[in-house]
């Protein structure tokens, strides 16, 4: 069972470098969502996609960029890497749950140093 | 958005059951209460949800107070592999019926040996 697949678990960027974060889940859930995770926080909402095509800030998304072509797929950019961006990166998907909650699948995170 | 307050650090025994208080009191109606856990190194997975009534499975139970602005979440019996971070959420309903959780900075539970 793959799940939630994170790509690449580790990075170290120069500020101003431009990259992206990989997420893919084959549960076919439509709803994914991108979160960050900062040293004594808790987990910080930066984009989610209600659907291929589909998709809204969250709480803190500047900085990243998000698209979302396939159900599967749910990539988040970084266009210029800066040290603010520094932090564990989870992306999730959502299953609808009997009586409307939700249950998110994470992945094991991309830890991503800016320096 | 509603918020929660949990204690920064919990301790316990080994084997013996746990009891990870969880207050809301600004929560609303609609808002669904969500326990999920953190495990060293790893992303966060989900223990329990509830709306009104308490709720069990196999993992663990959920308390929810009669007027839900606070609720418990219960470990019965609980095991080293149970230390984590655990994290109490109200869910927030977006568009198409999806929800968005906020995350707080959680309850580090120890477990002693």
């Known amino acids: 069972n793959a799940g939630v697949t994170q790509t690449p678990k580790f990075q170290v960027l120069k500020t101003g470098q431009s990259m992206t974060l990989q997420c893919a889940q084959d549960?076919?859930?439509?709803?994914m969502s991108w979160y960050r995770q900062d040293p004594g926080m808790g987990l910080r909402l930066i984009h989610y996609?209600?659907?291929?095509?589909?998709?809204d800030q969250g709480e803190v998304p500047n900085g990243y960029n998000v698209s979302r072509s396939t159900t599967e797929d749910f990539p988040l950019r970084l266009l210029s890497a800066a040290p603010s961006q520094t932090s564990v990166y989870f992306c999730?998907?959502?299953?609808?749950?009997?009586?409307?909650?939700?249950?998110?699948?994470f992945g094991e995170g991309s830890r991503l140093t800016v320096l | 958005d509603a918020k929660t307050t949990q204690p920064n650090s919990m301790e316990s025994n080994e084997e013996e059951p746990v009891h990870l208080p969880c207050n809301h009191s600004t929560i609303s109606g609609t808002d669904y209460i969500h326990w999920y856990r953190q495990l060293p190194s790893q992303g966060p997975e989900y223990v329990i949800h509830g709306l009104t009534s308490n709720v069990n499975n196999r993992m663990a139970s959920l308390a929810i107070a009669e007027d839900r602005k606070s609720s418990t979440l219960i470990l019965h019996r609980a095991t080293l592999r149970d230390a984590a971070v655990y994290y109490c959420i109200l869910s927030l309903l977006l568009n198409f019926g999806n929800e968005k959780l906020t995350f707080g900075t959680g309850t580090r539970l120890t477990i002693i040996p």
């Open positions: 996609s209600v659907g291929a095509g589909i998709t």
């Open positions: 549960m076919n859930h439509e709803y």
């Open positions: 999730a998907s959502t299953i609808r749950l009997a009586g409307g909650a939700g249950e998110l699948f």
